[in-house]
């Protein structure tokens, strides 16, 4: 299981993952999206965060409970006490990278609703909020900057101590 902050690239690292572990790969915002018919940004939009946010717990719960391959939570999932808890034990990995590499991934301009006004700013503000629950429930902290995605799936594999398929 992945997680990490929006950009640090879960989804991506999460298919080289899957692909090598001979398992299948799922993301819970991909699974937040297709449930409500709309973009993410729409959703904070149209009904607001408190609502994305009930829908991505639903998501998590429903993907941890009953997917068992490689899963990447959206980066936000983890403010969710229950959330916590139920990932407690489990294979989680927390991806991290620093701002500047955030700016060169997502260009901090991209339609990520929570980063709309003052960009750098407002990143640094939810990393410092985030990145302790993160490494609460993380069994390992892999860094992906200046990494491919190859060669941060080998990173996590190691850390968790997992051999290819």
């Known amino acids: 299981m992945l997680v990490g902050p929006m950009g640090v690239g879960k989804s991506t690292v999460g298919r080289v993952l899957a692909e090598r ?3 299948t790969f799922r ?4 699974d937040i999206v297709a449930t409500a018919g709309k973009e993410i940004s729409e959703i904070f939009i149209d009904e607001g965060e408190p609502h994305f946010r009930e829908l991505e717990r639903q998501a998590v719960r429903a993907a941890v409970t009953g997917h068992p391959g490689v ?3 959206g980066g ?7 959330t916590r808890a139920l990932l407690t034990g489990l294979p989680v990995v927390f991806l991290e990278m620093g701002v500047a590499e955030a700016v060169k991934r997502t260009g901090l301009d991209a339609p990520r609703p929570l980063l709309a006004v003052n ?3 407002r990143w640094r503000e939810l990393m410092e909020q985030r990145r302790p629950l993160y490494t609460e429930v993380a069994r390992a ?3 992906t900057e200046g990494r491919t995605p190859d060669e941060v799936a080998d990173a ?6 997992l051999k290819k398929a």
């Open 21 to 23: 572990l001979d398992t």
């Open 27 to 30: 993301d819970t915002d991909t």
């Open 71 to 73: 899963l990447a939570l």
């Open 76 to 82: 936000g999932a983890i403010l969710d006490p229950d």
């Open 119 to 121: 960009p750098r700013q």
């Open 141 to 143: 902290v892999v860094t």
């Open 156 to 161: 996590v594999m190691d850390a968790l101590e």
